[in-house]
Structures are given as C-alpha cells and as structure tokens.
C-alpha cells in the first residue's frame, strides 16, 4: 500500500480530530464510526490523540495558568496529586475507616453491655453443700471426664428446670471454661462434673468481687454442674412446682440461691417458698460479712483481725497478735478463746461440712472433727457439722467444732 | 495589524459589513497579521467548501458556517501556511509547548516526541517539497475541531504511520525456534466449523458502527472503557453497557445464524464453545476490510 493510498482510504486527520472533539454532525460522526469499526489504525490514532488531549487537560487543571513560551524543557505532565482526584480509589480508605469504626462499636457493646459480661463465679461454701452432690460427684468414675478441656459456656437455669432452654429470659448467662484437673487452682478440686471456674476474658474487665462470698450468691449464678446435680435431686414429675422449689432452696443449704427474678412469679403459691426464701436472704446477707465487717473497736484486744471464719452461727476473728475471738451474733460481739496451740496463730477458716464430706481437709482431719463432734454434745447438729481450723506460724493445725475446744491434728 | 475589511471587499460574498466586523474581531486576523484582502480571500475559500453545489451561498447560510468554525485557529493556520511571521509568532507562542507535551504523550518518550515534535514542525514550515512545490499540511486544516487536536491527531497519525512501516523491521534470530505443537483435542467436524466461521462473520457485519467500534476497541485493541468514553463523549458507565449489549446482540445471532444453519440449540452452544485456534478466521483482519469508500472523496477534496 502505497502512501497516496493510505492517505486516501481514510479519513483525514481533519475528520478524525474533530471526530475526537465530538465537533462532527450525525450523518459525518457515523461514517467516521463505521470506519473506526473496521480501521485499527485510525482507532489507533484517535486514541492516542483523545489520550494525549485528556493528558493536556489534566496538566491544565493542576498547573498555574499557561506561561509564555521559553525554551525550558518540556516536562511530561505529572500531577502531584492527580490520585486523589480518582474516586475509585475514595473506597479504600473509605472503607478502612467503616471497618475501625465498625470494630469500635463492636468493642464498645461488647464491654458496655452488662448483660453480656460474665460474672466470677466462686464455689459454694463446703459447709451447706447437699451430701448427695458430693457423693454423686465421688462416685463419677475419671472415665465419665470429658475429653474436651473447655466447656465454652454454661446457661444457668432457675432449679427445677429441665434443661437450659428452660431458664427465664432473664437468667444470666455464666460465661465458664472447664479445666483439666492438674491446672485446677488449690482448694478448688477440678473434677468430671464439678470443673473448677476458670473467668474467662471478659471477666478480667470486670473489678474484683468484693466480698469475696458476696459474688457467689448473685441471682442464678449457680455453677453449672452444682446446678445438674441440684437439679438431680427434684423429682422429675414435680421439679417445676413451688414445693419442689422450696424444697429445693432448703435442701441446698446456704451456698446457693435462686433466682430473684425468676421466682418472683412463685411468691404467692406457697408458704414454704416464701420461707426458703426468707432463709436464702438470711443466708445472704450473712455472707456479706467479711474482714472488712469487723469493726476492730469491738474485739476485745481493739486490733483489726487478720483472718475470719463463718460458719452458720459461729464466727471466729483472729487478730494480728494470734489471739482467736469467738461471735455468736454475727460479729456484734466477741468472746477471747484462750489459747490451746502453741506459737502464734496466723489464720482460722472453716474447713468443711462433717457431714457431707465436702470439706477441703484431709481423711485425717475429717475423722479426728467427726470424733470430737460425737463427743460432744450439740443440740444444733448444723453447728455441730461446722468443723474450724487454726494454724500456727509453724504449720501446724488445730481443729474445732465450736470454735471454742481445739484439738490437734495428728 | 489590519482594520476591519472593507464593503468593497466584501461586496463578492453576501456579507455585509457587520457581519465581516463580526468575523474579523472573532477571528483575530489582526494578532495573526493578515491584511483585509487576505481575510476576505479566505472567507471565500472556505464559502467554497460550504456547499459546492450551491455557487451563491445565503448570507444566513454563511454566517452559520463560518460560526460553527474555529475561525481563529483557521485563519492563524492559514496566515501561517502563507508565510506571514507575526502568524508564526502567535502560533509558536500559544502551540510550542502544548505540541511537545502532545508528542510526549504519544511517544511516551521524550526523546522520541521532541523529534516527533521538530519533524512536524519542519513539515508545517514548509520545508518539505512534493513535486518541486513547498506544502504545508497546515493547509488541509478546515476549523471543524480545534487547532491543538488537529496537530495532535496530525502527531498521532505520523507516529502510528511511522510505526506501522517499521515494526516488521525485526532482527532474525540467530537460534532457531522451535514449536511445540498443541496438543491433540477432538476437533469439531470441518463443515460445523464452517458454519460456525460463516455464522460468525455475518453476525459481526450485522452489527450496527457503533457496536463494532466497541467490540473492535475493546476486545482487539484492548482499550480501556474510560478511554472509549472520553473518545465518544460518554460516561464509561454507558460504554460498559453498550458493550455488555453488543456482546450479547453478536451471540444471540450466532445461535441463531447457527440454528438457522440446521444446528440444533445445544449443537450450536457447543459449536460456540470450540476453540478459536480452529476458525481460522482472523476477526481482526477481517475486520479490517476495505470499507473506506465514504473517505475517498473527503481526501480527493
């Protein structure tokens, strides 16, 4: 093809820039068309021009207005910040901030939400523990121990609900991690179907239960495997009703409560549910009582105890200085238990219940308390049960089933 | 500089005085250093080329043309194609820069745009003789775009005619190549891939200008959609969807061109899923078929 040609079968460069400034009429901008459809090398030519145009236009709209011509050296446009003009690219950082925002509020309800955030679950007090509990959990063979270490989470049902999809709407949900036995923390044994309660993370942003006791009987929060075996003891046909629940609630002794809320429905169904209900306060209320409950003026030798011990009716104090006081009212007064140790005492707590077994002392302790119970002549047999420890600066120990009379352990 | 022309001068045209003011301080004659005579020649140069079969255009027809013209760059074009210095002044003045950032752009090297640049410059100049006889391209500008996107499409078409005639100009390897032969598929019978190739070709010819400008710059040239909008004046949006219409347009009648052939429907899907490599046919070049009949008497003109 000759250049004559060439020049002739297409279109001009007249046509196709104007073609390229849309400056053509119909009939004119259709024939331009067609040919492009069918010409690569004038599509090519268009499409360098438009390229080069719309390379001038942007240099246009940046640069400062158009200076004389010099000889400076021509520069090949560049925008300093022609991304920013890009709106595809708005999307990224667009979206990078809904994603740090998003994550903000997710963050923020979640700590926010009380009802959300689990509670620090404590283990009832050995003493008011059902013997029947300890015993079904005695006879659980180590087979029966799940295989699986973490037990995600646990919905605590009001007693005599059947299954967890029975709780009120308004049960709280204890957020709870079964451990193996051998990371179980001292003095909590971690068994098959009493797995120690480990809070998990959320519960660390909640501030530390003070008292102590006082955590542990919150509404419902009653662990999950205390709360199956408690539920083991209702009758299947009648767990639901209110004599069940009052049974229920006396059975269980001090070391649970149930649900305020739950049970506010039941208040007008039965006397006894009020009662075992009136108890469950009393049982609360005596639990608030901790070290910071003694008011040190009221101890005989005016110095702040240093260790403290609750049993159902007894409460032993003992001071920085060794010396054991005795209450039998709760605290309001105090009676010098002299010394039967030697050396100086450093704490005094209540070890177990006698007759449930539930306690944390050994088979030896349990037996010499049993015996020295037996001796003695209790009309409260639930004083009787209560069985006190003291120990020295020496480690040795020294057991009491009413506070006031101490034997030493062997 | 020059006043406004004269009624004398203006007396062979069917404009008056006004008008001729009018065309005078629109076009700038005066900056570009043209006297009256000159302005009021190429006045009827260009009536020339309003309608030839009329010899006695109306004034209204007239004012009409000359409006919808870029009457400033064609009489600076024409002052310069005649030689007139303080025309060469304006035009170096306002096109230097802008033509050199123009050949950049389309080079994509400096280097290759500077002399892109200084070889239009020498041919606008007049330097270049055909048949004993000095032409300046400046001539065949008419006003119907701008001046700037008559010389960037003048670049543009050097540089592709420049690189058409030598990109086949490759060194031979001195190693031989060797071809590792495809592997072996079942090939489609012959006579349903003729079909197919025929079927093909009358689907892509029935296809409207615009939809094989589109398919053309996007599928065989591999243009972006934003560079085909900013060609045709649309949002790329529109362009997506042409494109997505045209598409489908061109395989619904290929089925149907395929049915129509004796084909069954799932036959003809089948037939659309063989390969390529075994239509012999080159969609590009055969898009490329002489078509350009419309042109011929644009360039004789």
């Known amino acids: 093809m000759t250049g004559v040609s060439q020049f002739e079968s297409h279109p001009d460069a007249e046509l196709l820039a104007a073609f390229a400034e849309q400056a053509l009429g119909g009939q004119e901008h259709a024939d331009v068309l067609a040919h492009l459809g069918l010409c690569d090398r004038c599509r090519q030519i268009v499409f360098l021009a438009t390229d080069a145009a719309l390379a001038e236009a942007a240099l246009d709209s940046t640069a400062e207005p158009a200076a004389p011509a010099s000889a400076a050296p021509v520069k090949l446009p560049r925008r300093r910040f022609a991304w920013l003009s890009d709106w595809r690219l708005a999307w990224m950082p667009a979206t990078a901030l809904a994603l740090v925002v998003l994550t903000a509020v997710l963050i923020r309800i979640h700590r926010g939400n009380p009802s959300d955030t689990a509670r620090i679950e404590t283990p009832p007090a050995p003493a008011v523990v059902v013997s029947n509990t300890a015993s079904s959990t005695a006879q659980n063979p180590p087979a029966a121990t799940p295989k699986t270490p973490v037990q995600q989470t646990a919905k605590i049902s009001p007693p005599g609900a059947r299954s967890p999809e029975a709780a009120p709407p308004t049960a709280p949900v204890v957020e709870t991690k079964s451990i193996p036995p051998y990371l179980a923390p001292a003095g909590q044994p971690a068994t098959a179907n009493q797995p120690a309660q480990f809070p998990t993370r959320s519960m660390w942003m909640e501030p530390a239960p003070q008292p102590r006791a006082a955590a542990a009987v919150d509404k419902g929060a009653v662990p999950p495997a205390q709360a199956a075996t408690n539920s083991s003891l209702l009758p299947a046909a009648d767990s639901s009703s209110p004599a069940a629940y009052a049974a229920y609630a006396t059975r269980i002794g001090s070391g649970v409560t149930f649900d305020r809320d739950a049970s506010a429905g039941l208040q007008n169904h039965s006397p006894e549910l009020a009662a075992a209900r009136r108890a469950s306060a009393t049982r609360l209320e005596a639990r608030k009582f901790t070290l910071a409950s003694v008011n040190p003026e009221s101890l005989p030798n005016g110095a702040a105890p240093i260790s403290l011990a609750r049993g159902a009716t007894r409460t032993l104090a003992l001071d920085k200085t060794g010396s054991l006081y005795l209450s039998l009212d709760q605290g309001v007064s105090w009676k010098t238990v002299p010394a039967q140790w030697t050396g100086r005492a450093i704490a005094v707590r209540l070890r177990g219940n006698l007759l449930s077994g539930s306690s944390t002392a050994s088979p030896n302790t349990m037996k010499a308390a049993r015996a020295q119970a037996a001796t003695e002549a209790q009309p409260n047999s639930a004083i009787a049960s209560e069985l006190f420890e003291i120990s020295n600066d020496q480690g040795q120990s020294w057991t009491s089933t009413d506070g006031f009379n101490w034997t030493a352990l062997q | 500089m020059g006043s406004a022309p004269t009624q004398s001068a203006a007396a062979v045209l069917p404009i008056d005085g006004a008008l001729a003011d009018e065309l005078w301080q629109l076009s700038e004659a005066g900056a570009c250093g043209l006297e009256r005579e000159a302005f009021l020649a190429l006045l009827r140069q260009e009536a020339a080329h309003l309608n030839p079969a009329e010899p006695a255009p109306s004034r209204s027809a007239l004012a009409e043309h000359f409006h919808s013209l870029r009457l400033a760059d064609l009489v600076l074009a024409r002052a310069c194609a005649q030689g007139c210095e303080r025309a060469w002044e304006r ?191 080159n969609v590009k070049s055969w898009m490329q078929a002489d078509n350009t009949q419309s042109f011929q008497g644009e360039a004789a003109g």
């Open chain 2, 91 to 281: 035009f170096l003045t306002l096109y230097r820069q802008p033509l050199i950032r123009a050949a950049i752009s389309i080079t994509g090297s400096e280097s290759l745009g500077r002399d892109l640049a200084d070889q239009l410059y020498a041919e606008l100049y007049g330097l270049v003789e055909r048949d004993g006889e000095r032409r300046c391209p400046l001539l065949s500008y008419r006003g119907r775009g701008s001046l700037l996107g008559w010389l960037r499409t003048t670049l543009a078409q050097r540089h592709v005619d420049h690189h058409r005639r030598t990109h086949r100009e490759q060194p031979l390897d001195n190693g031989e190549q060797t071809f590792d032969p495809p592997a072996a598929e079942p090939d489609p019978p012959p006579a349903q891939l003729a079909v197919l190739r025929s079927a093909i070709g009358a689907s892509l010819a029935a296809a409207s200008p615009e939809d094989r400008f589109l398919l053309a710059a996007y599928y065989l040239d591999g243009r972006k959609l934003h560079q085909i909008a900013a060609t045709l004046g649309v949002h790329e949006a529109t362009i997506s969807r042409k494109l997505k219409r045209a598409a489908e347009t061109v395989h619904k009648q290929v089925l149907q061109r395929l049915q129509t052939a004796g084909l069954s429907r799932r036959a003809a899907e089948e037939a659309l899923g063989a390969d390529p490599r075994d239509l012999e046919m």
